[in-house]
C-alpha cells in the first residue's frame, strides 16, 4: 500500500532523514518510535507530501505521491500532525467536517447525505457527538485532540498518518481511540503509520514498529522483534526491563529508575517472623520480591507482610479471596502489600529454620499437615479430595534473585518437600503409593534483591542447595510434629 523508498532530506541545507525504506501492507498500523528530535515527524511529513525529501520517493497504490492530485491525494491519504495551542474559532462539528473538503466538487457546493454520515460516524467514534456545536477554544487539549481525529476519520482514505495521537488524552480515551483505529484497520483495512511516545501504546496497537536514531532506521518489524532490551536501552540511552503483556503477546517496557533509594542496608531476620495464636506472620518495613502460589496474592509482585493463617478444619466458603481480603484488614494489614496462605495445621506446630550463608540468613518456614496427602503421579485415580491437610512453606533469602532463579527456587522447593514426604514415608491412602504433597500445597520464595546476585536456583547452587536442604529438614520436623499432636 505504502512503499517508503531511501528517503533523505532536512531542513535547508542540514541534512536530517537519512536512506529510509520500509513498506507497510494495506489493513497494517505501524508505529514509529525514537528519541526526541530523530526525525520522526519530519518523516511523517515526507511521507504525506508536506515536504519533499532531497533523494528517494514515497509510493502509494503503485503510484509516487507527485503524481497525484492534491485532492486525489487527501482522499488517499489524511494527515493529523501534532497538536500545537493555537485559537479556534469553529465548532466541532465545523472542524470535523472541513475533513470532507476532499470530496466536494467545490467547497460546501456538493455536500451531501455521505458526507453527513461520514462526519456523524466520525464525532460518534471518537465520543465528540455531544459538543458538536460548542467552539473548539473552550473545549479541553485532550478533547480538541479527539475532534481532530474526528476530522481526520471524516475524510475516510485509506491511509493515515498520525503524529502522536493519544499525547494528550487520559488513559480510557487513549484507549478508545486507539481501540477504535484497530478496528478500522482489522475490519476495513485502513492503513496507519503513526507516531508514537508511549513505546507500550505502540506495541501493544501496532504490527510493526519503525525504530528510529538520528534520522535512520535503527529496526524494523514485529514489536517482539525491535522492542528488545538492548536495542531500547541503547537507541534511547535509558534502562528499561521489557516482560510480556498479562492479556496480549506484546513486550511492555517499564523504566528502570536510578533514583538510590537504599540509603539504609535492607536485610531479613528471625526478628521479622512471629509465631501468633491464629496466623505465622513475616513483617518488614520493606518490601520483598515474590513468588507465590498463596491465596491471596499469589504470582510475582513486591509485598512486606506475609501470613500463614490457621484456619478451622470445616472452613468452607464461597468467597474465600473476598474473606481473606477483609480478614487483612480486620488484622490491621495492607491487603496490598501482604500475602496470604491458609492452612488448618496449628500455629504451634510451625517449624522456622535458620541457615546461615556466606551472603546472609535464608529462612525456611514449614507449616504440615498431611492428612490428604497424595502422590501426584496417581491422582487422576481420585476424585477432590475430602480430607484437610495443606503443607505451606516459605523460603525467605537476603540475597537477589534473577526471575529464572526465582522459577528454579520453586522447583528446588518442590522436589525437597517431596523428599521429605517420602522420608517420613507418607503415604497416599487411596493408591497406597509414597505421597509427594498434597492438593492444595502453598509455596512461597522471597528475597530482599540485595546484596549477593544470584542468576540460578537449581539444586547444585549456592541458593538452591540451602532451599533443598532448609526446605527438606523443616518440612521433616513439621511432619513429626504434625504427627505428634492432636491437629
Ligand atoms: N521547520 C523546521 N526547520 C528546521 N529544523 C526543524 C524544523 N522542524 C524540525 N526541525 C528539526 O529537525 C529535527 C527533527 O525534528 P522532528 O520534529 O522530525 O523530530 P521528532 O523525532 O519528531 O521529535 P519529537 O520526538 O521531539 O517530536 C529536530 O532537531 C528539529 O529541531
Redesign the pocket.
Known amino acids: 500500500m505504502l512503499n517508503v523508498q531511501h528517503i533523505s532530506g ?3 541545507n ?1 541534512p ?1 532523514l537519512s536512506d529510509i525504506s520500509f513498506h507497510v501492507e494495506k489493513g497494517k498500523m505501524v508505529g ?1 518510535l ?12 515526507v511521507i504525506s507530501g508536506i515536504m519533499s525529501p532531497t533523494f528517494g520517493s514515497v509510493i502509494i497504490d503503485g503510484k509516487d505521491i507527485n503524481h497525484y492530485s492534491t485532492r486525489e491525494l487527501a482522499r488517499k491519504m489524511t494527515i493529523l500532525p ?1 497538536l500545537h495551542a493555537t485559537a479556534f474559532s469553529s465548532t466541532v462539528r465545523e472542524t470535523v467536517s472541513i475533513g470532507r473538503y476532499p470530496h466536494q466538487s467545490g467547497f460546501f457546493s456538493s455536500w451531501g447525505a455521505e458526507d453527513e454520515r461520514a462526519v456523524k460516524k466520525a464525532m460518534q467514534q471518537t465520543g465528540v457527538e455531544k459538543y458538536e456545536d460548542h467552539y473548539l477554544e473552550f473545549l479541553s487539549g485532550g478533547e480538541q485532540q479527539r475532534v481532530f481525529i474526528a476530522q481526520a476519520l471524516a475524510q475516510a482514505s485509506s491511509l493515515l498518518l498520525l ?2 495521537p493519544t499525547n494528550h488524552l487520559d488513559i480510557a480515551h487513549q484507549k478508545q481511540i486507539l481501540d477504535m483505529i484497530r478496528r478500522e484497520v482489522t475490519k476495513n483495512k485502513l492503513t496507519v503509520v503513526s ?1 508514537f ?1 508511549d513505546i507500550n501504546l505502540a506495541s501493544l496497537y501496532c504490527d510493526e514498529i519503525l525504530l ?1 536514531e538520528n ?1 535512520k532506521v535503527k529496526a524494523f518489524g514485529a514489536p517482539h522483534e525491535v522492542l528488545l532490551e538492548e536495542q531500547i536501552e541503547d537507541v534511547y540511552r535509558t534502562r528499561i526491563s521489557i516482560k510480556a503483556h498479562p492479556e496480549q503477546p506484546k513486550p511492555q517496557m517499564t523504566i528502570l529508575p536510578d533514583v538510590d533509594e537504599h540509603s539504609e542496608e535492607k536485610i531479613i531476620t528471625i526478628n521479622h517472623l512471629n509465631i501468633r495464636e491464629e496466623y505465622i506472620e513475616f513483617k518488614s518495613s520493606f518490601p520483598l520480591r515474590v513468588l507465590s502460589s498463596s491465596v491471596h496474592n499469589a504470582g510475582l509482585g513486591w509485598y512486606a507482610n506475609f501470613i500463614n493463617r490457621t484456619v478451622q478444619p470445616d472452613y468452607d466458603i464461597d468467597h474465600v479471596h473476598e474473606e481473606y481480603y477483609q480478614y487483612l484488614v480486620h488484622e490491621g494489614f495492607s491487603p496490598t502489600n501482604t500475602v496470604g496462605m491458609m492452612t488448618a495445621v496449628d500455629t504451634k506446630k510451625a517449624v522456622i529454620k535458620k541457615y546461615e550463608m556466606p551472603y546472609g540468613e535464608v529462612f525456611v518456614v514449614v507449616t504440615a499437615g498431611v492428612g490428604n496427602a497424595i502422590d501426584v503421579s496417581q491422582s487422576y485415580k481420585r476424585k477432590y479430595g475430602d480430607r484437610v491437610g495443606t503443607i505451606n512453606t516459605w523460603v525467605i533469602i537476603n540475597g537477589k534473585l534473577s526471575d529464572e532463579a526465582f522459577v528454579q527456587a520453586m522447583m528446588t522447593a518442590t522436589e525437597s518437600k517431596s523428599k521429605a514426604l517420602q522420608h517420613e514415608e507418607v503415604y497416599d491412602c487411596i493408591s497406597d503409593t509414597l505421597a509427594t504433597g498434597t492438593p492444595t500445597d502453598s509455596l512461597l520464595i522471597a528475597a530482599t534483591q540485595q546484596g549477593k546476585f544470584m542468576q540460578y536456583g537449581g539444586p547444585i547452587t549456592e541458593v538452591g542447595q540451602v532451599i533443598g536442604r532448609g526446605v527438606f529438614e523443616a518440612t521433616v520436623e513439621a511432619i513429626q510434629t504434625y504427627r505428634k499432636g492432636d491437629s
Open positions: 532536512g531542513y535547508g542540514t536530517l514509529i525514537g528519541p526526541n528530535g530523530c526525525g520522526k515527524s519530519t518523516l511523517l511529513k501534532q503524529d502522536e507516531v511516545h528510529m534520522g
